[in-house]
């Protein structure tokens, strides 16, 4: 069976342009969380969607925004970019809303120059 | 306090000893605990959960849990040059929280020859 997936693998962007990124979950999976990972650190909790709700938000700006789609699909959109916005972006899937494990996809490496 | 904190890496070990990898958190409250395995430029991958106090065991791994004393950790038996890699402790607070894990900065484990 097919793991999470994102797109795209790496990303180079400059100061002050938008971006989209996706994610597919494991099929099966009605939840899509994001999270962001900085170098040396742990990844950072964005969003949580479930049934195309938004469930959790992290304490991130309103730059950042996301949406599930009816196939449980997800992207996130980030506007502004800043030079602090460069990062890992992780996607994870799981199937349940609460207290269920989560699975990382490979990520998406956003550069901002 | 940080809501989630690892041992301080990083932590060498030796072909075929035992890893101890130590987790603590701050909410009492918290539900679900997760170890995942982050080799260098790659995503999280899950390696085990636990959810009761006590001991969990899956092959070479065992996780403990004591929510008395708000304790998490991961003991890796017969450690191989394989398993070095930072290892990442995350915790689901549940309630309102919903699906959001939160990570510890995670420890750097080096297994050598």
């Known amino acids: 069976d097919a793991g999470v997936t994102q797109s795209p693998t790496h990303l180079i962007k400059t100061r002050g342009q938008q971006v989209t990124l996706r994610c597919s979950p494991i099929?099966?999976?009605?939840?899509v969380s994001w999270y962001q990972q900085v170098l040396g650190q742990g990844p950072q909790f964005i969003f949580q969607?479930?049934?195309?709700?938004?469930?959790g938000r992290g304490n991130f700006p309103d730059r950042f925004s996301a949406r599930q789609f009816p196939n449980y699909s997800s992207e996130l959109n980030v506007n502004a970019l800043l030079l602090g916005d460069s990062a890992l972006y992780l996607c994870?899937?799981?199937?349940?809303?609460?207290?269920?494990?989560?699975?990382f996809g490979d990520g998406t490496r956003l550069s901002i120059l | 306090q940080k809501e989630v904190e690892q041992n301080s890496g990083p932590l060498s070990v030796p072909e075929g000893a035992i890893a101890s990898l130590n987790c603590t958190y701050s909410?009492?409250?918290?539900?679900?605990f997760f170890w995942y395995r982050q080799y260098s430029g790659k995503s999280p991958e899950l390696i085990m959960f636990?959810?009761?106090?006590g001991d969990k065991e899956d092959g070479r791994f065992t996780a403990q849990l004591n929510k008395a004393s708000q304790y998490v950790s991961l003991l890796i038996r017969d450690s191989q040059p394989s398993d070095s890699a930072t290892y990442l402790c995350?915790?689901?607070?549940?309630?309102?929280?919903?699906?959001?894990?939160?990570f510890g900065q995670g420890t750097i484990l080096t297994v050598h020859p």
């Open positions: 994870a899937s799981s199937l349940g809303l609460i207290n269920q494990p989560q699975h």
């Open positions: 099929s099966g999976h009605k939840s």
């Open positions: 969607y479930y049934e195309k709700e938004e469930r």
């Open positions: 909410d009492r409250g918290s539900q679900s």
């Open positions: 636990i959810y009761s106090n």
């Open positions: 995350a915790v689901h607070a549940g309630g309102t929280s919903y699906g959001k894990l939160t």
